[in-house]
């Protein structure tokens, strides 16, 4: 039973290692992703469609490349706070 155990334990080392290296990656983008987040939530909320697009794109991202913060590329603030379905909606307007 004991080898059992290490042997299902032995294969749990390998995933857990690889969810260590996704970690050390995306901790890197975190502070991007929050600001970009953040900015929207500040920002950009209350204006349509076609007018986010120009604020995310011509100034929020701008500014992040400018300022070489790093963050998720082709991330959507509007996926990053709600769920599919409402960001669905949200992008349609």
């Known amino acids: ?3 059992r155990l290490v042997s ?3 294969s ?3 995933r857990w290692g690889d969810g260590i290296v996704r970690l050390k990656q995306e901790v890197k983008l975190i502070v991007g992703d929050v600001l970009m987040a953040s900015a929207f939530v500040s920002y950009a909320g209350p204006f349509n469609k076609k007018f986010r697009t ?3 794109d011509q100034t929020f991202m701008k500014f992040c490349k400018d ?3 790093l963050m998720t590329p082709g ?4 996926t990053m706070l709600t769920p599919e ?3 669905a ?3 349609q307007q």
């Open 54 to 56: 120009i604020m995310i």
């Open 1 to 3: 039973m004991a080898q």
């Open 12 to 14: 749990e080392k390998v």
């Open 8 to 10: 299902a334990l032995a």
């Open 85 to 87: 379905s409402v960001a």
């Open 89 to 91: 909606q949200w992008n």
């Open 67 to 69: 300022n070489n913060i």
């Open 75 to 78: 991330k959507d603030p509007v």
